[in-house]
């Protein structure tokens, strides 16, 4: 087994790499040490601008002495040592040296832009054997592992020689327009980007493998979002790398558009993807794009916090001014606690019965696919309707409301779902033949199903299809149009509910509901539908709505599986205005369709997640109980919080975060205890 695989880690990065003289190497090994770090990314490579050249690497910016004195510093103290290599910036002097190397655009011209001044170079060009050759030299030292920032192509790019070339000779056809994702070629290039970056890891791996087997190799990827912007396929990643690691915890401008549990998100989606190999969330404690501003504490606590308890490990970089700052230090303080509790957070398994859907397909090949701001992507917004990752992000949250604990899975999942009782797909457009024979199979032999707006209506790349794929679970047709936007318009419940359509809709006491921003027509088939549309008002003060015969919500029986379908986009108008009975009705759908296992008695703002390790359950809470705006300073917290947990004999029960044990009280479904105090997170343990 190799070192990375018999623990939890607890990686930190000191980002001096803009100016090597801020902290000296001595100082550096004791922060980190201090903060219990037990892995840490290191900077042998400069990126700062001087006045001959841009920021980005180059060839006069590695510093293999630095390297060499550091390792002795670090390995002494019982840190594991991973070198930071930037495969994705350089500057522009370097590239003005190997003007063969850059990364191309369509129209010719070379990326120079990158970060603002800097170039990116193109790993199917000779660039590769420049890289393979430092690899050979970083591995003569006592290094532990190479973590690769990169590689990455850009949304306009690679159109260099070696790009058409190597695309020729796989197709026999020219390379498309990246910017025409209706071109028929397109889904070739997607593949045929992702499968370089799959390649170049993998003689990258084979390389470092072969001269250290214990030297591990991983690359940042995909998080929450499309890769074909970058060729970043993270089950291509994981097959030729030893972790999988994403930038769920770098927070870009307004915070309040950037959703609370995004770290969460990306732990769940990785871990789905990882085949059991570790994963981690890069957690950033910059306020990106002012990189030398720090968060307040509090957000970087609920950050961890949600790291943790998505069942992945801690990375978290900051600068070296950052560790003057009050705030660094809870840092220090969940590495503590992972340390002191470190089989809470190693080889745990998710106790969720509930799984929620993200399409890659979707992603990459509908034209409701929108691309959030990273460090490798811009913003790219969706057509009018339909967005994919809005649409996932409102039932993200109205899961996390509801209290019910949940997986992230994506198409590789469908295979193996029977330890679900409930599988939510997010307005799931794109979906191959296997992936609708998988889910029929689900329903038919008993899952249940919910799903929105257009989900099935189209194949894995997009094309659009005459009916919903799924129309027999669904118990509806596709009756062949979309209509909206209703800005003002409404659903109603019918008169007469159907039998067993009561609780879907229970606690439900409005007569009018806002209508979701765009519908779908559809026919009813064997489904029954106790939620209508109204009639489209011409203007907020028409008068009342009149129910019409278009349905909204539709429950159906398919073989022993029950099947919710949501004729509009219902999850995205979640996100965007959080609609109370919107949230009630996610509530209704799992409690009718799935056995939430925990409840927290009065305290909605309390995020759940179940993991377990032999015979231990933990029981993960992350308190967002806070003010209206972000980004956070305070979180309130929460004093004697009764819970009830049913499912396991439980024996005794332990608060960890707070070292102490709980008095438990047993009922006939199950037990019940009381948590005394809830600050920003706690993990209870349940032998």
């Keep these: 087994m190799a070192w990375w695989e018999k623990g939890p880690l607890r990686i930190l990065e000191v980002v001096d790499t803009y100016d090597f003289d801020a902290i000296s190497l001595e100082h550096e090994a004791k922060l980190i040490k201090n903060l219990k770090g037990n892995t840490q990314h290191f900077h042998c490579m400069a990126h700062q601008a001087t006045k001959d050249d841009t920021a980005g690497l180059n060839e006069k910016r590695i510093f293999m002495d630095r390297l060499k004195t550091y390792t002795s510093l670090a390995h002494k103290r019982g840190i594991r040592l991973i070198v930071y290599f930037n495969i994705h910036w350089y500057t522009r002097g370097f590239g003005r040296k190997h003007p063969d190397w850059y990364q191309i655009k369509e129209d010719g011209s070379y990326v120079d832009d990158f970060y603002g001044d800097g170039v990116t170079m193109c790993i199917n060009s000779p660039y590769r054997e420049w890289v393979f050759k430092i690899l050979r030299d970083l591995c003569k030292y006592e290094i532990d592992g190479i973590f690769y920032d990169g590689p990455a192509f850009t949304d306009s790019t690679c159109y260099c020689n070696y790009c058409k070339k190597l695309f020729k000779e796989k197709t026999g056809k020219d390379l498309p327009s990246k910017s025409d994702r209706a071109h028929p070629l397109w889904k070739e290039l997607i593949n045929f980007q992702s499968d370089s970056i799959a390649l170049f890891l993998k003689n990258s791996n084979n390389i470092i493998k072969g001269i250290n087997p214990e030297i591990l190799l991983y690359m940042n990827c995909q998080g929450l979002g499309p890769f074909w912007p970058t060729g970043r396929d993270n089950h291509k990643i994981i097959k030729n790398s030893d972790m999988l690691i994403a930038e769920g915890g770098f927070l870009f401008e307004d915070i309040n558009q950037v959703s609370i549990y995004q770290p969460g998100m990306t732990a769940k989606l990785l871990a789905s993807q990882s085949g059991g190999k570790p994963v981690l969330v890069a957690d950033c404690a910059g306020h990106k794009p002012w990189s030398w501003y720090m968060l307040p504490e509090t957000e970087m606590s609920i950050m961890l916090a949600e790291t943790l308890a998505g069942g992945a490990n801690i990375w978290c970089a900051f600068h070296p001014h950052h560790v003057l700052q009050p705030e660094i230090k809870v840092v220090g303080k969940y590495n503590e606690f992972i340390k002191r509790n470190a089989g809470v957070f190693f080889r745990t398994k998710s106790l969720a019965k509930v799984a929620l859907f993200w399409s890659y397909n979707s992603a990459n090949f509908y034209a409701g696919s929108s691309v959030q701001l990273t460090d490798f992507t811009k913003v790219m917004e969706s057509r009018k309707f339909g967005d994919v990752r809005k649409e996932f992000m409102g039932y993200y949250e109205g899961l996390v409301r509801a209290q019910v604990p949940f997986d992230v899975i994506d198409e590789e ?83 007469s509910l159907p039998f067993g359509n009561r609780t879907t809709v229970r606690g439900i006491n409005k007569k009018f509901l806002p209508a979701p921003t765009y519908g779908i027509e559809i026919k009813l088939t064997s489904g029954a539908s106790p939620v209508f549309f109204c009639e489209k008002l011409v203007n907020r003060y028409e008068g009342d709505p009149k129910i019409s015969s278009k349905p909204f919500l539709v429950t159906n029986q398919f073989g022993k599986g029950k099947v919710i379908y949501l004729a509009g ?119």
């Excluded at 797909?425 to 249940?448: A, H, M, Q, R």
């Excluded at 409690?591 to 009065?602: A, D, K």
Aim: hydrophobic share 40%; charged share 20%.
């Design 569 to 687: 986009t219902f999850g995205l108008d979640l996100y965007t205005y959080h609609f109370p009975d919107y949230l009630n009705l996610i509530k209704n759908f799992v409690s009718q369709l799935s056995r939430i296992p925990v409840t927290v008695e009065n305290a909605p703002w309390v995020e759940v997640n179940l993991r377990q390790s032999m015979d231990k359950i933990f029981l993960h809470l992350v308190n967002h109980t806070s003010g209206v705006r972000r980004p956070l300073t305070y979180i309130q917290p929460l004093e004697n919080l009764k819970i009830g947990f049913f499912g396991a004999k439980v024996k005794e029960i332990q608060a960890l975060w707070t070292n102490k044990k709980l008095k438990l009280k047993k009922s006939g479904k199950g037990i019940s205890f009381v948590l005394p105090y809830l600050e920003n997170y706690e993990v209870i343990s349940l032998r």
């Design 413 to 495: 999942n469908l295979k193996d779902l029977q330890k679900y009782q409930l599988l939510i797909l997010p307005n799931s457009t794109c979906l191959s033949e296997g992936s609708v024979e998988y889910l029929s199979d689900f329903v038919e032999k008993g899952g249940n199903l919910v799903a929105s707006f257009e989900t099935s209506l189209y194949n894995e790349y997009g094309e659009r299809k005459d009916n919903f794929q799924l129309n027999k679970l669904f118990g509806v047709d596709f009756a062949g149009q979309i209509f909206g936007p209703m800005r003002w318009d409404y659903v109603a419940l019918s008169d």
